[in-house]
């Protein structure tokens, strides 16, 4: 079921509506703040339009990122679970 929570972002308050509970969307809520406030001290622009962009751009980066090593670690368990196998497959054959 939906849940519904009132968040702050970036001195905007918003109705969020999602599958999660009201402590994830906070949580996220607070991370996509923080994220802004981090390009906004950094950054010579003040249109919070760009700042969000920029933000969300951040956040697709670190996104490709945990994908890629999800990817990574994906094919390292493939390989070990492979090897694993024909030596238990040896173990195993009569003799």
């Known amino acids: 079921m939906a849940q519904n929570a009132r968040v702050e972002i970036f001195g905007q308050s ?3 509506q999602g599958q999660g509970t009201e402590e ?3 949580a996220l809520a607070a991370y ?3 994220k802004m ?3 906004a001290a950094g950054s010579m622009t ?3 339009a760009k700042i ?3 933000a969300a751009v951040h956040v697709a980066h670190e996104l490709f990122l ?3 090593e999800l990817d990574r670690q994906k094919s390292e368990i493939e390989g070990t679970a492979g090897k694993l196998g024909v030596t238990l497959d040896q173990a195993l054959r009569p003799r």
Request: proline content about 0%; hydrophobic content about 45%.
């Open 32 to 34: 996509v703040d923080s």
């Open 52 to 54: 969000a962009i920029l």
């Open 14 to 16: 918003y109705t969020l």
């Open 24 to 26: 994830e969307m906070n």
């Open 37 to 39: 406030r981090e390009i």
């Open 66 to 68: 945990c994908r890629a």
């Open 46 to 48: 003040v249109e919070t």
